[in-house]
Every structure is written in structure tokens, then in C-alpha cells.
């Protein structure tokens, strides 16, 4: 459709205006992945002035179908927004593999002191994290010293999320900082 993708293992509906994933459905199970009690959504793009914590609005989004294929079907936003004049993000369901990609693609500006941040908010009750660090598994806070860095963790391949109903892994090949949780001050 022109703001969802769907194959036999989800159902993924993007917001028109924004191109922010509103819901990610696993026909399996029935259970809805993105938490709508959540600040942001799923895939949003988040520019915040680091000195004031202020997020800076962005403009409206274009969603329009992709690939459409026996083998993968996808759907491409297209926007702006302060400090990033130009922002592609694809995002895309493939028909024997349960997984979807979400693949973003920033031109940054020479606008400086912003950070940049593309939000996961999975609706996952009292979350259990574990993640890939350089030569270890680590649980947060558990396997960290006291006074340590709770804030943010680099990642060398995976986050694993999950409660008594289920899990996530989230897999960044390019962006090895996480923030879990929220978005932390």
C-alpha cells in the first residue's frame, strides 16, 4: 500500500505526514512492536540541541512505494529537517525472512552543536537488555562498574530486548551508539 508493507510475518504501517512507523504487527503472535505511549516513533529521525535538550521540529515526509517483489517489498521516505537538508530512510520486508530493515541515509549540514538520533521506542514490559560489546555479551548496569556510564553504550553488533512475551534484536551496521531506555539528557 502507499503507508504500509506487509508480508506473512508483519504488518508495518508508516504515518503519511511523517514517515514515522506507527505500528509493526507480528501476524504470528498478534503483538504490537511499537510503543504508542512512546515520545517518538519507530524510525524517526530526532534533531536535539545538545546544550538545551531542545528537539528541533522537522519538516513533512513523502512516503512512496519501492521494491515490489516476489523476494522484497519496501517503502522510501524522503524529508528534511534542521541540519540535515536531505533524509532517506527505506524500510523493507522480505518474504521468507522474519526481519525488517530499516536502512537511513543523512546529508548533515555544517550546522553545528546538534545531535542526531533515530529512534526504536519497541513497546517491551520492563525490558531484560544485552548487548554485543568488543570481545563481550553485556547486561547493563549489572556487568558495568559502580558510576560507570549508564547513558550511553557502544555496540558492536546487536541489541537483544525482551520480556516474558518476547524479543527484539536490533542490529546496527553503522551507527555503534545506543541509548536504551530513552532519550537521555
Known amino acids: 500500500g502507499d503507508n504500509y508493507l506487509e508480508n506473512r510475518f508483519f504488518r ?11 505500528e509493526i504487527i507480528d501476524k504470528e503472535t498478534g503483538r504490537q512492536w511499537v510503543d504508542r505511549e512512546a515520545a517518538y516513533r519507530v524510525n524517526q529521525v530526532i534533531v536535539r540541541q545538545p546544550r538545551t ?19 522484497l517489498a519496501s517503502l ?22 522474519k526481519r525488517i530493515d530499516f536502512a537511513t541515509r543523512l546529508l548533515k ?13 519497541f513497546d517491551v514490559d520492563r525490558p531484560h537488555f544485552r548487548f554485543e560489546a568488543a570481545g563481550a555479551i553485556v547486561e547493563p548496569i549489572r556487568d558495568q562498574w559502580p558510576g560507570s556510564n549508564t547513558s550511553t553504550y557502544a555496540v558492536q553488533d546487536w541489541v537483544h ?5 518476547g524479543g527484539v534484536v ?3 551496521r553503522e551507527a555503534p551508539l545506543v541509548k536504551l531506555g530513552r532519550l537521555w539528557p
Not at 12 to 20: E, F, I, K, R, Y
Request: negative net charge.
Open 12 to 22: 508495518v504501517t508508516l504515518n503519511p505526514q511523517t514517515g514515522a512507523v506507527n
Open 53 to 71: 535538550g531542545d528537539v528541533l521540529p522537522h519538516s513533512e515526509s513523502q512516503v512512496q512505494r519501492s521494491e515490489a517483489g516476489p523476494v
Open 76 to 97: 522510501v521516505v524522503k524529508g528534511s529537517g534542521p541540519g540535515c537538508p536531505q533524509r532517506t530512510q527505506e524500510i523493507t520486508l522480505y518474504d521468507d525472512v
Open 109 to 121: 549540514d555544517a550546522t553545528s552543536h546538534q545531535e542526531i538520533y533515530v529512534a526504536f521506542p
Open 161 to 165: 530486548a525482551k520480556d516474558s512475551r
Open 170 to 172: 536490533f542490529c546496527s
